[in-house]
């Protein structure tokens, strides 16, 4: 199933000016509804095709519903808020590696792009995390976004203990331009995927956001799906 695409009104009645703040972010999160609501564990990838035009490991069916919620997310799933400023935002670099301390991860990353549907791609190698291109590069203006899998084939996938992070985690960075950028989690969320909320995922920010997403919940061997998504939300607190 193809994402809930943008309103029109959303983007066109804004005037000019405005259109140019908010249009990226938002066809951003339109993009990566595809992801959020398919089933990203990557089971059976292999055997599995994708919807036409969208590159979904495991060819999971799509929730619908999927529009921005009000909800709280998942009980039990977050952290208490990490104290300290947001560091300045950089000029916009590509990430090259993300290393997360409290997880013993290190992984370099992919680069995710928009398939022609408008769907974004998922990492092809479930050893490693995908940052999408179209967005905000780790460190600059904005909710960066990098996307990983749980598990692959009933193996585990890069992202498989996301859901354990808490608030205060610190997550790495490594960007083409040879900065490292340090975030600070704020907080972790595991939402229902028809209760994905969107606007609060990637709405503009005023300083160098992170989210890191992965599938979560109940899985239907069945159906190779997940039943959630959890989100990690972090921001830019350093820069070496």
């Given at each position: 199933?193809?994402?809930?695409?943008?309103?029109?009104?959303?983007v066109?009645?804004t005037?000019?000016?405005?259109r140019?703040?908010?249009?990226?972010?938002?066809?951003?999160?339109?993009?990566?509804?595809?992801l959020?609501?398919?089933?990203?564990?990557?089971?059976?990838?292999?055997?599995?095709?994708?919807?036409?035009?969208?590159?979904?490991?495991?060819?999971?069916?799509?929730?619908?519903?999927?529009?921005?919620?009000?909800?709280?997310?998942?009980?039990?799933?977050?952290?208490?808020?990490?104290?300290?400023?947001?560091?300045?935002?950089?000029?916009?670099?590509?990430?090259?590696?993300?290393?997360?301390?409290?997880?013993?991860?290190?992984?370099?990353l992919?680069?995710?792009?928009?398939?022609?549907?408008?769907t974004?791609?998922?990492?092809?190698?479930?050893?490693?995390?995908?940052?999408?291109?179209?967005g905000?590069?780790?460190?600059?203006?904005?909710?960066?976004?990098?996307?990983?899998?749980?598990?692959?084939?009933?193996?585990?996938?890069?992202?498989?203990?996301?859901?354990?992070?808490?608030?205060?985690?610190?997550?790495?960075?490594?960007?083409?331009?040879?900065?490292?950028?340090?975030?600070?989690v704020?907080?972790?969320?595991?939402?229902?995927?028809?209760?994905?909320?969107?606007?609060?995922?990637?709405?503009?920010?005023?300083?160098?956001?992170?989210r890191?997403?992965?599938?979560?919940?109940?899985?239907?061997?069945?159906?190779?799906?997940?039943?959630?998504?959890?989100?990690?939300?972090?921001?830019?607190?350093?820069?070496?």
């Open positions: 199933m193809k994402p809930t695409p943008v309103p029109a009104a959303t066109a009645s005037g000019p000016r405005r140019r703040r908010t249009a990226a972010p938002l066809a951003a999160a339109a993009a990566l509804v595809g959020l609501l398919a089933g990203c564990g990557g089971q059976n990838a292999a055997q599995s095709p994708a919807p036409a035009g969208q590159a979904v490991p495991g060819g999971a069916p799509a929730a619908t519903g999927a529009a921005p919620t009000g909800k709280a997310p998942a009980a039990g799933k977050s952290g208490p808020p990490a104290e300290g400023r947001a560091a300045p935002a950089l000029a916009r670099s590509e990430p090259q590696k993300i290393s997360i301390p409290s997880l013993n991860l290190s992984s370099s992919e680069t995710l792009k928009q398939n022609t549907d408008g974004m791609q998922t990492p092809k190698d479930p050893a490693l995390a995908g940052w999408y291109e179209p905000p590069t780790p460190g600059s203006q904005g909710p960066a976004v990098i996307a990983g899998h749980v598990t692959w084939n009933g193996a585990a996938a890069v992202f498989e203990k996301l859901k354990t992070m808490k608030g205060g985690d610190t997550i790495k960075v490594t960007r083409r331009d040879g900065k490292t950028v340090t975030f600070t704020d907080r972790v969320a595991e939402y229902p995927k028809a209760e994905f909320p969107t606007l609060e995922v990637y709405k503009n920010l005023d300083h160098a956001g992170l890191l997403v992965t599938c979560g919940g109940s899985f239907d061997s069945a159906k190779h799906y997940y039943d959630s998504n959890v989100v990690v939300f972090a921001r830019m607190t350093g820069a070496a």
